[in-house]
């Protein structure tokens, strides 16, 4: 709208001083004609000025103002004074042109695939439109590919943790050792099951005879570990009293010798037993 009407303003001005000029034109040659027909011979001439030298606009938008100058070429004889040599006039009134601004980016999005490649998006949000010739507004949103490892990956073992406490102290036990996957397994790929070899080793340890580690003045280990101990005595019709009586002196004689005191060890003994004929067994049923 303001070009349009700028654009029409400006034709009919120079309208305008196309016909003052017409009728100054005309004015001059009447007044010639006048001046021949007195029988003067000293023609008069009027002021001549330059054409208009302009100073910067105060402002590049929404109206500045502008210094005009020009000089005078040939002062005037008897004819028309000089006009003015300076004037100010407004310049620049358009509106100042309003660039488009846009927030920041967002978070990427989860990507479309889990391997094989895939895109994830972000976006941004217009937060100023443009206006008045302003800069456009840039992307609003962006891709980028991920994931694009293969689909068929197996899994990544980790490094063999510490071996376990060796399961006895004397005469030949076991321990044991885990390998972790730091990397799972990805489509097709395979991953060694927990107790495989891959991820699961055992090796003997304390092979030596528990003879050996005894001392000469007795006949049982002492025990001084840290543990819960659950003894399980036969106390069925098939001991007899003999046996029944022999296993309590083991139990005793292991008892005994158990160390660990009663904030580290914790001993019970559990006695069982059945009919002693299949008739009462069958009761039981």
Not at 113 to 139: I, N, S, W, Y
Not at 171 to 197: F, K, M, N, W
């Amino acid at each position: 709208f303001l070009k349009k009407e700028y654009a029409h303003q400006m034709k009919e001005c120079c309208d305008n001083r196309n016909g003052y000029m017409s009728q100054l034109c005309g004015l001059k040659k009447i007044r010639a004609h006048l001046y021949e027909a007195s029988g003067r011979t000293d023609m008069p001439a009027d002021c001549e000025v330059s054409d208009w030298t302009d100073e910067p606009c105060s402002a590049s938008c929404e109206g500045g103002t502008q210094k005009r100058t020009r000089a005078i070429i040939a002062p005037p004889v008897n004819g028309t004074q000089c006009p003015p040599q300076e004037m100010v006039r407004t310049c620049n009134v358009h509106r100042c042109p309003i660039d488009c601004r846009v927030g920041t980016w967002s978070e990427w999005t989860a990507c479309s695939a889990g391997c094989g490649g895939g895109v994830r998006t972000r976006l941004r949000h217009v937060t100023v439109q443009p206006f008045f010739d302003g800069k456009p507004c840039p992307e609003e949103s962006e891709e980028q590919q991920c994931n694009i490892q293969a689909c068929g990956r197996d899994c990544e073992i980790g490094d063999w943790e510490e071996w376990s406490r060796c399961s006895k102290v004397c005469h030949t036990g076991h321990r044991a050792r885990r390998a972790a996957v730091i990397v799972e397994a990805l489509g097709q790929g395979t991953c060694p099951e927990p107790d495989a070899e891959e991820r699961l080793g055992f090796e003997e340890c304390n092979t030596a005879s528990c003879m050996s580690i005894l001392p000469s003045h007795r006949s049982f280990l002492e025990c001084h570990s840290k543990l819960d101990l659950v003894l399980a005595l036969d106390g069925g019709a098939s001991v007899t009293r003999g046996g029944f009586i022999n296993t309590l002196k083991m139990t005793m004689s292991l008892v005994a010798n158990l160390k660990g005191g009663h904030d580290a060890m914790e001993v019970a003994i559990l006695v069982f037993g059945g009919p002693k004929t299949e008739e009462a067994l069958d009761k039981c049923s």
